[in-house]
């Protein structure tokens, strides 16, 4: 876990599809000074307004995590991009795109981990400020839930339950760190069910979406050349999804989420719920090891 910011050493850029508009983006990330956050820019807008990522400016869930500005400006489909920010913990960029929403790539975080990856990272003099969980926060609706325990790090653990014999359920639980979100975690592909597919471009939906970008689940076969990258792929990506959404705190967290079948709306509606019991948490600057260890300790204690 690094104990200072970070931010990227150089600029880099792609260009893609977005999925659902099926239009054709270009994306930039820049390095960013200490305490800037993550922060996109719509460079095709009059006056390139920015929106900062956080929970409190997102603006719509149904089909993926979406941000908005005041000027009605959005930015869609965010958070496989902020997953990469999360799992390699870069703190500071500067996002510029000419679309309103970011290319899908091959629909996981790896071709933007591969991007930082291969830029480099920048240490920087500000140390990182945690969101360390003292008490269990839960929200539960139905047969969905999210819980956040105290833990001596960040750690995620993801179930879900498809009614499908190709999926059905599946969990997963891991400690993030820049290892295990490259090696375990990035490039887990978002998924899709080729009726719900089908039907969704009938719709003027998922125009972009395609065996290149997602895995499409037939009545009885994965549909995708090669199959799988993992054998519970599906349990990964929504792990990723829930590490994109969860950034949206601002601030990394040291603590373990507990996710049961939730989504991005679910995430979103967990973060406020956070914020509103603010004796279950506290903010820590860590300056050094000893700091993180006494976090590790109290942790442990709980």
């Not at 406020?272 to 300790?297: C, N, P, Y």
């Amino acid at each position: 876990m690094y104990l200072q910011q970070r931010t990227l050493s150089r600029t880099v850029s792609c260009s893609g599809m977005g999925v659902h508009s099926g239009k054709t983006v270009h994306l930039t990330i820049k390095p960013a000074p200490v305490n800037h956050g993550i922060r996109f820019v719509r460079t095709d807008l009059p006056e390139s307004p920015g929106i900062r990522a956080h929970f409190n400016s997102v603006v719509d869930t149904s089909l993926a995590t979406v941000i908005g500005g005041e000027d009605g400006s959005i930015v869609s489909t965010i958070e496989h991009l902020m997953a990469a920010f999360s799992g390699l913990s870069v703190d500071n960029a500067l996002v510029e795109l000419d679309n309103y929403e970011l290319p899908i790539m091959d629909g996981s975080a790896a071709p933007f981990a591969d991007l930082m990856i291969g830029a480099g990272f920048e240490t920087q003099a500000g140390p990182k400020c945690f969101f360390v969980i003292r008490e269990p926060i839960t929200l539960e609706e139905g047969e969905k839930s999210v819980t956040l325990h105290p833990a001596p790090d960040f750690r995620v653990t993801c179930t879900i339950d498809f009614p499908h014999p190709l999926i059905g359920k599946q969990s997963v639980s891991l400690t993030i760190s820049e290892d295990t979100f490259r090696r375990d975690i990035a490039s887990a592909r978002t998924f899709g069910f080729l009726r719900e597919v089908e039907m969704m471009k009938q719709f003027g939906l998922g125009r972009g979406g395609s065996l290149d970008n997602a895995i499409i689940v037939g009545e009885d076969a994965v549909l995708n050349e090669g199959g799988l990258r993992f054998p519970d792929e599906f349990v990964r990506h929504k792990l990723l999804d829930c590490i994109g959404d969860f950034s949206l705190l601002g601030m990394p967290v040291i603590g373990h989420v507990v996710a049961n079948r939730s989504g991005h709306a679910f995430h979103n509606a967990f973060l406020k719920k956070f914020f509103s019991q603010k004796g279950a948490w506290e903010t820590l600057t860590v300056h050094d090891i000893s700091d993180m260890r006494q976090i590790r300790q109290e942790a442990l204690a709980v």
